[in-house]
């Protein structure tokens, strides 16, 4: 009996977390639904592998940040709880951008200071205060995997349009046949600009909010 009991209760909590997976990536996107996190979105999407590793880069912080602070909630003081969440998030975010500069310098480069202003994205902020400090360890850790998928899908799906239209590349692979250029075809310039980006983020936006009215 116990064990049936506890079955169908690793199944219901099991059940939540994909529900609160699924909304992260979809009905509450970070950046398509929650309007957070758009500056990277801008600057880091010119190319797909610098907004593939900004987007690990965040998801891991975002993941281990609610984590910890999950863990710790009890014995932080209410009045000294966003201190505590910023100096997580401040410890993991420094980790992280040293992890990039000793193995992908050149990406780390790329990124320069972006990787550092992850410690003031809205996103990972928000997760730690809004779910960290109110549900258990592995539900936190699940929400900030969930929203760092939410996040990443946005910022490479605009990386893949801005750098296929921009310069005719993908991953730093040329994959406009020559020819075409040869025929007349020209790169889309305004994609390398921020106004592209910002054009992009909004078709996504309208996509979205149009299925979900469907």
């Not at 977390?17 to 970070?30: D, F």
């Not at 999407?45 to 863990?71: E, G, W």
């Not at 902020?125 to 699940?142: D, H, I, K, Q, W």
């Amino acid at each position: 009996m116990n064990g049936a009991i506890v079955k169908s209760w690793n199944y219901v909590r099991r059940s939540r977390s994909y529900k609160e997976i699924a909304k992260a990536l979809w009905e509450a996107n970070p950046i398509s639904r929650q309007i957070l996190g758009i500056c990277s979105a801008l600057a880091v999407t010119v190319q797909m592998k610098t907004a593939i590793v900004m987007s690990i880069a965040l998801t891991c912080v975002v993941a281990f940040s609610n984590l910890i602070v999950s863990m710790l909630r009890a014995q932080i003081p209410r009045n000294i709880r966003i201190i505590v969440q910023v100096v997580v998030i401040a410890t993991l975010v420094i980790l992280a951008d040293e992890l990039l500069k000793a193995f992908m310098y050149d990406i780390s480069k790329q990124l320069t200071v972006f990787v550092g202003l992850i410690i003031t994205n809205c996103i990972v902020l928000g997760r730690a205060e809004a779910y960290a400090m109110n549900n258990t360890p592995f539900r936190s850790f699940v929400d900030g995997i969930a929203n760092g998928v939410g996040y990443s899908s946005i910022l490479i799906g605009v990386a893949f349009i801005r750098e296929l239209l921009g310069s005719g590349r993908l991953l730093g692979y040329q994959v406009i046949p020559q020819a075409f250029y040869n025929a007349g075809y020209e790169n889309m310039g305004l994609m390398l600009l921020a106004p592209g980006a910002f054009i992009i983020i909004g078709l996504f936006v309208w996509l979205e909010n149009t299925l979900l009215k469907k």
